[in-house]
Structure formats: C-alpha cells, structure tokens
C-alpha cells in the first residue's frame, strides 16, 4: 500500500503537495481577546457540524462530505456573521475534510487494505481553540514578520522562520490554533510546493515498529538504525505517575472538583504534545539517515505485536499510524517512495535461513543455524526481503534516542570504519 507521492508515482521526479510552515504569533492583550472571541465561534460552528454529521451518520451511515448544509442554514447565521462568510466556509472545509478522510479510510478498511489494528473512528469534538482563514482573506508580510488578516482587519506580528512559504506555487489556508500546554497561539501557513527527487540507483529499506525500539530499519546495502523507546515509555509513567499523585490529593475535601479535572486534561495534553515532537523528531532524523545511505524506497511493516489485538485497543494504544504517518511524511520531503507491507510471522522466522527462530530474554532471537540476532533487526530484514530486496549478510548497528527535544546519538565505544557512510550520517 502507497503511503506518499512517490510510492503513488513511482517514475515521477517531481510532485506537488501541499505543506505547512508554523510561526509562533506575538498578538497583543486587545488581539487575544479577538483570537479568543472568533477561536471559540469556529469551534463551536466546527462542532454543530460534527454533531450533526455524526448523528446523520449513526442514523442513516450517511457520511456528509459537504459545506453546504451550514452554508443555507439559518442556526449558524450569527456565527457566520461574526467569522465572515469566508472564513466561515473554511472551517466548514475543514469539518468536510476530516469527515471525508474518515470516508476514504472506512473505504479501505472495507477493501482489506487497512492493517487490522487500524480501526476509522468518525472525527471526534474538537476540544482546543482554532480558526480558520481562507487562501484569500490574509497576507504574508514577510518584511515586517507579520499577517494581516482581511476579514478582522488586523495585523498579528510573528517570530519563526518560513521555510515552504518561500518556495510556494501558491498560498493555502491559514490556520490559527492555541497551545495551552505552551500557552501560545500559532499561526499555520499551508503552501503548495513543488518536491524533487533525484535519479538515485534503487535502494530499498525494511522498518519494523515495534515497543522496546520504536523503529528498527534495515537497508539493503547493510546499514542498521534502532531508534529506541525508552524515553517515550519514561514520559507515560510519568504521566501515570503525575495523575496519580494528582489523584491522591483528591481525595481531600477541599479540593476543587473543575481544577482537579482541568490539571488531569492538561497532564495528558501535554504528553500528547510531548509524543508528537519525539515522533517527529525520530521520523524526521530516520528519514535524513536512509537518504544519506542513499535509500529510495522504504518498506514499514504492520506492527506485529498489535495485529491481532482485540480493535479497542485500536490505534490509541500506541502512536503506529502516526508514527507511519510521520515518517511517510518525512521521507517525502526527501524524494524517498514509502510503502506499507503486511508483516505475518516477520518476527518468527529467521530472514537469513527461512526457518523458523527462537525467542530469547532481551529481544533476541536464536537461529536453529546457530546465530543469534535482535528480534526487531530480523524483523526488519524480514520485510525487506517480502519487498523483494536483498537481505544484507552483515548488518552495521547504529542506535538513537528520540526525545521531544531531539534525538541523541548512543556512541559506541567499539569504533567503526571512520569512512564509512554511516559514521558520517551520524
Ligand atoms: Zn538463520
């Protein structure tokens, strides 16, 4: 199954997609008062909608992919009023996007083509602030680092750099939100760009994801990347452990029953946050690496250890799909074909000899031919080679840590070969 342009288009050298800059807003005290006022009507026009589509769709399994129901209807007249009639359509774009995504993925699921785990929920309420802006409604004022938006008439300052604005075919949507893990307001600029890819001999890629290491990858020319979990399992006990202390002093009398709730939502808001920058952070790194190694087309396995999983525990369990997603995203960028491959009995059978391995403590696997190899290594291979690439003999292990802040580099004390291509990835 295609995840990017490239695994869509595999003879194109060129595609257009669209992609998004984000600044950091500087609004004064008289504006946030303006973004709260319209950010609180778009959400609640974002969720009349949501309510009625998702009623429609348990009614009738109706999935309303349009805007035009709000667009006639006098209940959302004020609302329109207030947010402009075009800003007003775009927020309805984007209720219609999130429905009609959910289509497309139930459309697959029906077709067999989704991994088991992966179970389309319709689009949820939306619980933080945001606003919409049309292509047309705002400007760029890049000398004064700055937005201007029509409608509202006002001019926002920003701080951050714009790396696809500069480069767009032509401007997309503006979509403002608020961070109250950050307590700040970002503004983000959509761009329809123009990607390149190189004429680079094939080299394909094998990634098995997995819990211990978020992603193993194996390339064909022998070059092996771990990316470990361990701080992304750090950040979930401390989670656990913040809400359980918070818990505790629950049990007093004096205590507030809406703060209390509040501070829970906002601890596990701010891991979600927190996993989605690792996430990032890993997918982007994973994917500068395999384009160094000079990689062309990666192959990401279903996750193994919840494939048979009961769907309720679904997609929320653990971040797989966004993890795919990301990378998929990342490897696009870079000119790099991704594609996902089912992942039966990758991890039971030795990628080498074809028979099957035995499960030892650590995440090791031993080979009835006498060698031992680390299970997700072998899984990864074992993808590659369902991709039709060439299982390497030996394996050169590189390993990382992704955390929200970056992702660190484990030395090794052994020392490598000081010219090898992957000493100078790193
Ligand atoms: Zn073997």
Same mark, same amino acid.
């Given at each position: ?24 807003? *500087? ?12 950010? &609180? ?10 309510? =009625? ?5 348990? $009614?009738? !399994?109706?999935?309303?992919? !349009?805007?035009?129901?709000? %667009?006639?209807?006098?209940? %959302? ?31 697959? @699921? ?10 389309? &929920?319709?689009?949820?309420?939306? @619980? #933080? ?7 047309? +409604? ?39 939100? %608020? ?17 390149? =890819?190189?004429? =680079?001999?094939? *080299? ?29 399992? #750090? ?27 509040? &501070? ?10 927190? @996993?989605?920058?690792?996430?990032? +952070?890993? /997918? ?9 190694? !000079? ?32 990378? /998929? ?29 035995? $499960? ?27 991709? !039709? ?24 004390? =052994? ?12």
């Amino acid at each position: 199954m295609p995840l990017n342009v490239w695994a869509e288009n595999p003879s194109a050298l060129e595609a257009t997609v669209w992609r998004a800059d984000t600044v950091r807003l *500087l609004p004064t005290p008289e504006q946030v008062e303006l973004l709260l006022r319209l950010a &609180k009507a778009t959400r609640a026009l974002i969720n009349m909608e949501h309510a =009625r589509r998702r009623q429609l769709y348990e $009614r009738t !399994g109706e999935i309303d992919t !349009g805007i035009k129901h709000a %667009y006639w209807s006098q209940d %959302y007249a004020q609302l329109k009023e207030l947010l402009g009639s075009k800003n007003f359509d775009e927020a309805l774009c984007l209720v219609a996007e999130s429905w009609r995504s959910f289509k497309e993925l139930l459309e697959l @699921k029906e077709q067999g083509r989704l991994p088991a785990w992966l179970d389309p &929920k319709p689009p949820k309420r939306l @619980k #933080s602030l945001i606003i919409a802006v049309k292509h047309d +409604n705002y400007r760029l004022l890049e000398d004064e680092k700055a937005i201007w938006l029509g409608y509202y008439n006002v001019k926002l300052k920003f701080k951050g750099d714009l790396r696809w604005w500069r480069e767009r075919l032509q401007q997309g949507r503006l979509v403002i939100t %608020y961070d109250d893990v950050k307590g700040a307001w970002y503004a983000h600029i959509a761009s329809e760009v123009e990607l390149k =890819r190189d004429m =680079r001999a094939p *080299l394909k890629c094998g990634i098995d994801l997995g819990r211990e290491r978020l992603a193993a990858a194996v390339t064909e020319s022998g070059v092996a990347l771990l990316y470990r979990g361990t701080v992304l399992k #750090s950040e979930y006990h401390f989670l656990k452990m913040e809400v359980s202390e918070l818990d505790k002093r629950a049990r007093f009398a004096d205590f507030d029953v809406q703060v209390w709730l509040e &501070k829970r939502k906002w601890l596990f808001r701010r891991y979600r946050v927190r @996993k989605r920058e690792l996430i990032k +952070n890993m /997918a982007a790194h994973l994917a500068r690496e395999l384009y160094t190694l !000079g990689v062309t087309e990666i192959y990401i396995g279903y996750p193994r250890d919840i494939a048979h999983n009961k769907p309720t525990e679904g997609n929320n369990a653990w971040p797989y799909w966004q993890t795919i997603k990301e990378i /998929a995203r990342a490897a696009e960028n870079l000119g790099i074909a991704v594609y996902l491959v089912p992942e039966e009995s990758t991890s039971r059978v030795c990628a080498r000899h074809g028979c099957e391995v035995v $499960r030892e403590p650590r995440g090791l696997v031993r080979c009835p031919y006498g060698h031992v190899m680390h299970a997700d290594l072998n899984a990864a291979m074992n993808i590659l080679k369902r991709a !039709g690439g060439r299982v390497p003999e030996r394996v050169k292990v590189l390993s990382f840590t992704p955390t929200p802040e970056g992702v660190i580099e484990r030395r090794k004390k =052994r020392r490598g070969k000081p010219d090898s291509p992957a000493q100078r990835a790193g």
